[in-house]
């Protein structure tokens, strides 16, 4: 394979369960960091559903898979 005019590539390894997803995640947040909508995209990427579970004292929101 013979690839042209290609100046630079990045390129993420490691093994398993190192945080090579949570890196690419945190970009794609970054590069829109001012629209709230991307954090429930990441959760549908991972196949969380956006849903709110409410219980007394506790709210579960969409960022809350994001942090632990």
Known sequence: MKLT???QVNLIAGKNNVGKTALLE???LHCGAYNPELT???NA???IEAIKIELPGWTETPWDA???
Do not use: K, M, W
């Open 5 to 7: 005019d290609l100046d």
């Open 40 to 42: 429930l995209r990441v």
């Open 45 to 47: 990427f991972r196949g």
């Open 26 to 28: 945190a970009i794609f």
């Open 66 to 68: 994001l942090f632990n």
